[in-house]
């Protein structure tokens, strides 16, 4: 598995194990199976496993697959789903969420630690779900005033050994923050041929993930790519009950002709998707949704394949899939 560097981190697998999949987000799986798939990434030569409470079991799982040991060299992230509070209690709650999440995982500190909310302008107003933007949205004050400040204590005090935030949101705000001084050491960006960042999208402006990866990069931040295969729209079939009416549904109807090119090929969808994501440009590490060892395997033979030919990435973009 080749390594390198990710944000201040040294190390960093081009995989990066995700914990929505071991917590069973993107379909059944059991724990023995989840930590079956933790130790066999491992081996592979994975190190960094991204988790976060609102992955259901996945906190549970790292914690039976070490057992408060994992070795020396692996890594781990968590994130803290914020939402707008009162500013006041904000610090307060970023250290009670990494509480909680060092302790279901039996974890003394972890290596980079996210803002998992969307950032916001104060007066943004979410084209969806608006009524409920005090639940996934941090307002710009709280992220200057509340956040930074507390990611860095966090950092000084060893809690932490990095800070970061999902970049998923608005993107003048994600923008916003990567050239506001301090900026965030590590940033979390769609990474897929759609552009898609699917149900997770709220604003009505394009995403726009490319230049928000570059300028990612040209700050010095590091980036880790999600969604490589867009919550299974870029597989040969989702494998989950998804209502016809969900983004998902809609970008794996839209991703006809990507499929229609991996049969021309001979090539699985998934691998080809993980590939692509893998040959983007300032992308340090692509996080996978994998929730058993079969999906794994499949992933680790696409980092291994190395970075698509030039001629399919142009085909692949000629389709017109983006946005």
């Known amino acids: 598995m080749r390594t390198g560097p990710l944000g201040p981190l040294d190390g ?71 939402g707008g509070p009162d500013p006041a209690t904000a610090p307060g709650r970023i250290r009670e969420s990494l509480d909680a999440s060092l ?33 996934f949205a941090t307002p710009w004050s709280t992220y200057i005033g509340q956040v930074i400040p507390t990611m860095l204590a966090l950092k000084a005090e060893g ?46 402006e394009p995403a726009a993930p490319r230049p928000i990866i570059a300028a990612a990069k040209a700050a010095g931040c590091g980036v880790m790519g ?6 299974g729209a870029l597989t040969s079939a989702i494998d989950r009950d998804v209502k016809a009416s969900h983004p998902e549904a809609a970008d794996y109807a839209r991703a006809a002709p990507f499929r229609d090119l991996c049969r021309e090929i001979g090539a699985d969808p998934a691998i080809i998707a993980h590939r692509y994501a893998l040959s983007l440009p300032g992308v340090d590490t692509v996080v ?28 692949i973009d000629g389709l017109g899939l983006r946005g």
């Open 103 to 135: 302790a279901a995982m039996r974890l003394q500190r972890a290596d980079i630690y996210f803002l998992h909310s969307n950032i916001c302008a104060d007066d943004y107003v979410y084209a969806r779900g608006q009524d409920r933007r005090s639940q």
């Open 226 to 231: 999600i969604r490589a295969v867009q919550a």
């Open 288 to 315: 996978l949704g994998v929730k058993n060892r079969a999906e794994l395997r499949g992933c680790l033979a696409a980092e291994a394949a190395g970075p698509l030919e030039a001629q399919l990435m142009r085909r």
């Open 12 to 82: 960093i697998s081009r995989l990066t194990l995700g914990g929505g999949g071991l917590g069973a987000i993107w379909g059944d799986t059991s724990q023995a199976e989840a930590v079956a798939t933790v130790h066999e990434a491992v081996e592979a030569g994975i190190t960094l496993i991204d988790t976060a409470p609102l992955y259901r079991d996945c906190e549970a799982v790292i914690a039976a697959a070490f057992d408060g040991a994992p070795p020396a060299h692996l890594r781990f992230t968590t994130k803290c789903y914020l």
């Open 159 to 204: 809690r932490i050994g990095a800070w970061g935030i999902t970049g998923i949101g608005v993107p003048a705000a994600i923008h916003d923050s990567i050239a506001h001084d301090p900026r965030p050491d590590v940033i979390q960006a769609i990474t897929n041929l759609l552009d898609s960042a699917g149900g997770i999208r709220s604003f009505a």
